[in-house]
Nanobody
Framework: QVQLVESGGGLVQPGGSLRLSCAAS????????QGWYRQAPGKQRELVAT???????NYADSVKGRFTISRDNARNTVYLQMSSLKPEDTAVYYC????????WGQGTQVTVSS
């Protein structure tokens, strides 16, 4: 089993920045990909950004140019740098890891409000 723990969420004003972290409890020998998803109240969970095994990144259109996904293999950690935040970015953010199975973190709340 792999546990994923997100951190870095919080309350930020519009236009502000946050960096989310997702730390895995142990190293995984083979990873298909890792990603960040979010779920706003009353809405379905949606993809935010992914990073594949070879480092290819993919972003939802709504966050392109504002969010950046990256990883530190030595720390078993994936990051989501979020800039120019908007109120519509408010959601619970979840990270996942796909190997032979799919693992999810417990989520971290991001609230963008003045």
């Amino acid at each position: 089993q792999v546990q994923l723990v997100e951190s870095g969420g919080g309350l930020v004003q519009p236009g502000g920045s946050l960096r989310l972290s997702c730390a895995a409890s142990r190293s995984v020998l083979w990873i298909r990909g890792q990603g960040w998803y979010r779920q706003a109240p009353g809405k379905q969970r949606e993809l935010v950004a992914t990073i594949s095994r070879d480092g290819t990144t993919n972003y939802a259109d709504s966050v392109k140019g504002r969010f950046t996904i990256s990883r530190d293999n030595a720390r078993n950690t994936v990051y989501l740098q979020m800039s120019s935040l908007k109120p519509e970015d408010t959601a619970v953010y979840y990270c996942n890891l796909e190997s032979g199975l799919v693992y999810w973190g417990q989520g971290t709340q991001v609230t963008v409000s003045s």
